[in-house]
């Protein structure tokens, strides 16, 4: 009888024990819901937010032309007509474009870049840390940007910059303040990018108060797009 009842006590702490082990592994699993910005550490298909600013950086800075679009596993949030007008002092440019993907599909947003291209404000980076300076300084860029995917907000912050990377091994470089956002369930959704830069270095390098922009992404998600 004794036997018997400390066979039982040690098969429930047994069992207790891998219950526990279970939904520890599962709370350190990333939680992330469908169409969530990721965390600037995330590597999703094993590219990090650098390496996709290096991969972009061509596409982006020829003005999108399709002919150098990457092949990744990402569709790119991108945008080709904008509009845009002096307020205030300032630079305001909108623009709406829409998307076609398959269930599955992960997103790349790159928000904001500068290169090393004149005119340069501030002082171009030559590391990381200080690139995100380079953005984030209210002397330099002063950015200040969200992502809103279907209506759920989320600030990006100072981690979420990319580079210095050379373009194309080349002689120019660019920083990247983007993000990656996770696949969406079969339907409609939105993400919207807004937010702008406000920093002093704006004023001193093109004569306006500020640049700001806001940005609608149009996503359908269809099975067999």
Do not use: C
Not at 10 to 28: N, Y
Not at 210 to 217: G, M, N, Q, R, V
């Amino acid at each position: 009888m004794t036997s018997s009842t400390s066979m039982r006590r040690r098969t429930r702490v047994a069992s207790a024990f891998a219950l526990t082990v279970g939904l520890a592994v599962a709370a350190a699993a990333p939680a992330w819901s469908s169409g969530a910005v990721r965390p600037a550490s995330a590597k999703p298909h094993g590219y990090s937010l650098t390496e996709m600013a290096a991969a972009v950086a061509p596409f982006t800075l020829s003005g999108n032309d399709p002919a150098l679009y990457p092949d990744t596993p990402f569709q790119i949030l991108h945008v080709d007509d904008i509009a845009a007008e002096i307020v205030d002092g300032g630079l305001v440019a909108t623009a709406t474009s829409s998307f076609t993907v398959r269930p599955g599909t992960p997103f790349y947003l790159p928000i904001f870049n500068s290169s090393d291209e004149a005119p340069v404000v501030g002082t171009f980076p030559t590391s990381p840390a200080q690139a995100s300076a380079h953005l984030f300084d209210q002397a330099q860029y002063g950015v200040n940007f969200e992502i809103v995917v279907d209506g759920s907000t989320t600030p990006i912050g100072p981690g979420y910059v990319a580079g210095p990377v050379a373009v194309d091994g080349g002689p120019v470089h660019i920083v990247t303040l983007g993000s990656f956002i996770g696949p969406l369930s079969v339907g409609s959704h939105t993400i919207v990018v807004r937010g702008g830069a406000y920093g002093a270095g704006v004023a001193e390098t093109h004569a306006i108060s500020f640049i700001e922009l806001e940005f609608t992404y149009n996503i359908q998600v269809l099975p067999g797009a």
